[in-house]
Structure formats: structure tokens, C-alpha cells
């Protein structure tokens, strides 16, 4: 099973964990890392390494942080450059994280990067759009019969 860790700015990571946790359960080889003022960056990304190592069990570890360019992110982009198997996604929305603990199992770690892409492209939705979308009557097909 690929590892998980959950990290971002403030509360994020524990705000998300207990969101998961009561849609998805616990979840085994996951780990929420919080980056909270009193933290250095070198703080950080100690945690995050040693919560890597804790879930990884060889078949590689994703990232999932709040902000592209951010100190999680940044930080966790840093241990990808020097681990083997280990992938960051910046950006991070629930859809994706709950949806990469269900999708772990029997997938490689670079497909597991692109199904949560692809999950996390297709759950963001301006839903005033969604709304008339749905109001919106089909246009009728004409029947040509008869004539």
C-alpha cells in the first residue's frame, strides 16, 4: 500500500484528517503533518520526513499539501528529490486526499498521482453553473417519422 502524508499550513493537515476519518475511517500508513507558527521549516520537514518514513512500507509515499510553493509543499518537494518513490501533489482538495486513501491499494504510485489529479480537476465545480445546467430543460429530438 502507498503511504500518505497530509501536510499544510495551520490546521489543515488535522482539520483534513478528521474529515477523512469520519468518511473513509482510520486509515492505516497515513499521517497528518500540521506546519503551525512556532515551527521552524527545518521543523517541518524533519516531521515530514519521519512521517514518510513511517508509512512507507516500499511501495512509495505521496505528498498531499494545501499550497504549490508553500513551506509544506516546498519542504516536501525537497525529500522527493532526494527519496526514491516518492511523489508530491500541491493543491491538495478533500475529494483528492479521501480519494487517494480509497485508491491506494494495487496501483503504482505514478497512477496513483494521476487518479488524484483527475480527481481533483473534476470535484471543483462552479455550481451556479451546476444549478442551470440541471434546471435547463434537454432540447427535444425531433422525430423525423412520418414525414
Request: proline share 3%; net charge negative; aromatic share 4%.
Amino acid at each position: 500500500m502507498i503511504g500518505i502524508v497530509v501536510s499544510g499550513h495551520i490546521n489543515f493537515a488535522s482539520g483534513v484528517k478528521s474529515a477523512v476519518t469520519a468518511i473513509a475511517g482510520e486509515q492505516a500508513q497515513m499521517k497528518f503533518v500540521d506546519f503551525v507558527e512556532t515551527m521552524s521549516t527545518d521543523d517541518l520537514e524533519a516531521d515530514l520526513r519521519a512521517a514518510a518514513a513511517e508509512v512507507n512500507s516500499g511501495e512509495g509515499v505521496l505528498f498531499l499539501t494545501d499550497i504549490p510553493g508553500g513551506s509544506p509543499s516546498n519542504r516536501a518537494t525537497a525529500i522527493m528529490m532526494d527519496t526514491p518513490l516518492v511523489e508530491v501533489i500541491g493543491g491538495a482538495n478533500l475529494p483528492m486526499i479521501v480519494n487517494a486513501a480509497f485508491e491506494r491499494d494495487d496501483v503504482e504510485l505514478a497512477e496513483l498521482v494521476e487518479i488524484v489529479l483527475e480527481i481533483g480537476h473534476a470535484c471543483i465545480k462552479d455550481m451556479r453553473k451546476e444549478f442551470e445546467a440541471a434546471m435547463t430543460p434537454a432540447a427535444e429530438e425531433f422525430d423525423d417519422e412520418g414525414l
